[in-house]
């Protein structure tokens, strides 16, 4: 079945401890993406990767990061959490070069920042 | 850069009628707009796109129109149903760029 898989789908942790959303997807595609989505502001991009090796800051990079070692695999890290990341995570991917654009997006992580 | 604007925030219609939902986008250059569905608790999911060179694009009770002079686009959902009930989302962005800007989202409630 074809599909985007994040992992842990919900979070709690400290302040300041480090921690690792996983995105995985099988459909083969280049693009890949992490959002944010907060009450009331919708879905925030984060991070972007284009293809393997190959990543960019979306609209709110800071306190993240992101690195593209495999073309199906795209983790979000973030090294000192803070009680303002607590927000519902999700991951996308898309096929380059396609007319059709479809993000296809994970279930959703929910991180919640003590 | 872009801007997307999305109007309102929550639309609430009896089931049977007709929803509308507008977006306002500012930069041109833009020629691709989605939108995307969110179900509560529920990752968003494509139901319907147009292409800047197309005025209005169908499928069943969902539509979508696109306005390129006064830069917008809106929603149509026709013959409301329970299960039409979700946040919506529109957005806008470059063909081929993939960098999608969003709207903030529109609460959609179809009372019975």
């Known amino acids: 079945e074809a599909q985007v898989t994040q992992n842990p789908r919900y979070l709690i942790t400290v302040t300041g401890k480090k921690l690792t959303v996983t995105c995985s997807q099988n459909?083969?595609?280049?693009?890949m993406s992490w959002y944010r989505q907060d009450p009331g502001l919708g879905l925030r991009q984060i991070y972007y990767?284009?293809?393997?090796?190959?990543?960019d800051k979306g609209d709110v990079p800071e306190g993240y990061k992101v690195s593209r070692k495999e073309k199906r695999n795209f983790p979000l890290i973030l090294e000192s959490p803070s009680p303002n990341q607590t927000s519902l995570y999700f991951c996308a991917s898309g096929l380059l070069g396609q007319a059709q654009e479809t993000q296809y997006f994970g279930p959703g992580t929910r991180l919640l920042v003590l | 850069g872009e801007n997307v604007e999305q109007h309102p925030s929550t639309l609430s219609v009896q089931e049977g009628d007709s929803a509308v939902i507008k977006c306002t986008y500012s930069?041109?250059?833009?020629?691709?707009f989605p939108w995307y569905k969110q179900e509560l608790g529920k990752r968003p999911q494509l139901i319907i796109d147009?292409?800047?060179n197309v005025g209005e694009k169908k499928d069943q009770r969902i539509a979508v129109t696109l306005n390129k002079t006064a830069k917008h686009f809106s929603l149509h959902i026709t013959e409301t149903q329970p299960e039409d009930s979700a946040v919506y989302f529109c957005a806008a962005s470059i063909e081929g760029n993939y960098q999608l800007i969003w709207g903030a989202g529109t609460k959609l409630i179809i009372k019975p």
């Open positions: 990767s284009m293809n393997v090796e190959v990543t």
């Open positions: 930069d041109s250059a833009s020629n691709y």
């Open positions: 147009i292409r800047s």
């Open positions: 459909m083969n595609h280049e693009y």
